[in-house]
């Protein structure tokens, strides 16, 4: 199985916990992910407390799908002492592309909800998880064993593709 | 092979192209990544010319493996019409992990070099090739056969790692 070509958002979830070791396999290959200067600017928040989980649709708008999920994964930019401090958001980008292939290679589920920089979701976060100063809500990433199955979807589109140079007549 | 876990930065490569087949499956690859609205702001710049790689270097300085890797790409956003104007850089950088894994699935090297947000770097880029005001030069990735070899990395922190609330005492 290919899983850069399989993965899919998945939005619905079975009533099953996930066992810890994946958990422990997702967040190995988050931190496997290349970062500017080998940074790695990231901390990571698990979220498998019910109560909370079902707080964040009350400032996230596109998080419903959490009164499902048994967990979530928040990924935070850590800037204290960046080497990089421009790229830190490409590097927690990376990390959050690689929890969501490594779910997949393990036959769970997941789905990229967007925070960074959206400041009043931020500030959500930081209340409801008493987050210091130093750690930007970045990326939620929500986890479980799928209630739906979504085969492929071959988004490979040649017109965005340019030898050498930019063409007008790409198309 | 686990590529999420194999996967490294290599800077020497063998004066040997890379077969279009597996550029098509590195780009094909990255177009599988997510993004915010599945708005899919990208565009990819396939560099094989000689002279424009070894142009690189001169306003980039991070990029002196140019002049021995046989090709690049340039990942692009394309801002045009997002209906998540904010979310752009993140999707990029999505898609430029899907690349590096791609590659290193298919037993080729790469290393990602970091562009935006450096204008500078943009505007070389922006003048190497021609490229018009909608396309935002985001990132190099080098791509060719390794001439270096290196093991994974395991980079695994659990002090990195939270569950359910940020604690001082984690460590």
């Known amino acids: 199985m290919d899983i850069l070509l399989q993965r899919r958002s998945i ?18 290959a988050a931190m496997a992910a290349p970062s500017a200067h080998n940074q790695q600017p990231w901390a990571f928040i698990v979220i498998d407390n019910r109560e909370l989980l079902d707080a964040v649709p ?23 002492d960046l080497k990089s ?19 997949c290679s393990r036959g769970l589920g997941s789905v990229w909800m967007g925070v960074y920089p959206k400041e009043p979701i931020m500030q959500g976060f930081r209340r409801l998880l008493e987050l210091p100063d130093t750690l930007v809500p970045f990326a939620l ?29 790409n198309r």
Chains 1, 2 share one sequence.
């Open 11 to 28: 939005r619905r979830y079975q009533n099953r916990p996930v066992e810890e070791p994946l958990v422990e396999y997702c967040l190995r």
């Open 58 to 80: 009350g400032f996230h708008p596109y998080s419903r799908m959490l009164y499902e999920a048994p967990m979530a994964i928040l990924v935070c930019g850590d800037t204290r």
């Open 85 to 103: 401090p421009d790229f830190w958001p490409q590097d927690c980008a990376a990390a959050v592309e690689n929890i969501l292939l490594a779910a």
């Open 141 to 169: 990433v929500a986890l479980g064993y799928g209630a739906e199955e979504k085969g492929p979807s071959d988004r490979y589109d040649p017109a965005r593709v340019y030898r050498n140079v930019w063409r007008a007549d």
